[in-house]
């Protein structure tokens, strides 16, 4: 008699075990790996979504801070790479010097500010950085450098 009641237990917990598995079948997975549709913005917004900045238009690194001007400019002349840049500019076609400041040309058309290898200097853009882009992640902070800073 106990086996009768424990066979008719399983099947009947076989046949609720049958009826999940053909339900989990037929449902459509929630996530797709890999993704066959690229990522909308709206999976991953940029800073100027962010921010509500409705048509971001290409910057400039805004320099008005003169310390940060001279450190940059005091660094061209200690970056050897920097030093053969100003000496022969007309051999840098993608390169522009403008108030001595040296800027590269992005394929997009934008200019940004190159700065030497010094690492305080960069720390303190750095920090400028995460200060306006906020806690957005590595990512973010990175694409608004970038967008700036070469």
């Given at each position: 008699v106990h086996k009768l009641r424990r066979s008719k237990w399983l099947k009947e917990q076989l046949e609720v075990r049958d009826l999940k598995a053909q339900g989990f079948a037929s449902a459509k997975p929630a996530v797709v790996w890999p993704r066959e549709e690229p990522l909308s913005s709206?999976?991953?917004?940029?800073?100027?979504?962010?921010?509500?900045?409705a048509d971001p238009s290409p910057r400039t690194a805004d320099l008005e801070d003169t310390q940060l001007r001279e450190r940059i400019q005091r660094g061209y002349s200690q970056d050897k790479f920097y030093v053969?840049?100003?000496d022969k500019p007309t051999e840098h076609p993608r390169l522009v010097i403008e108030q001595k400041l040296i800027y590269m040309m992005?394929?997009?058309?934008?200019?940004?500010?190159?700065?030497?290898?010094?690492?305080?200097?960069?720390?303190?853009?750095?920090?400028?950085a995460h200060c306006i882009v906020g806690h957005f992640g590595y990512q973010k902070m990175l694409k608004y450098t970038c967008q700036l800073y070469w």
């Amino acid at each position: 008699v106990h086996k009768l009641r424990r066979s008719k237990w399983l099947k009947e917990q076989l046949e609720v075990r049958d009826l999940k598995a053909q339900g989990f079948a037929s449902a459509k997975p929630a996530v797709v790996w890999p993704r066959e549709e690229p990522l909308s913005s709206k999976d991953d917004p940029t800073i100027e979504q962010a921010l509500g900045i409705a048509d971001p238009s290409p910057r400039t690194a805004d320099l008005e801070d003169t310390q940060l001007r001279e450190r940059i400019q005091r660094g061209y002349s200690q970056d050897k790479f920097y030093v053969e840049i100003l000496d022969k500019p007309t051999e840098h076609p993608r390169l522009v010097i403008e108030q001595k400041l040296i800027y590269m040309m992005s394929p997009a058309g934008a200019k940004v500010v190159c700065v030497p290898w010094d690492r305080s200097l960069i720390t303190t853009i750095l920090d400028q950085a995460h200060c306006i882009v906020g806690h957005f992640g590595y990512q973010k902070m990175l694409k608004y450098t970038c967008q700036l800073y070469w």
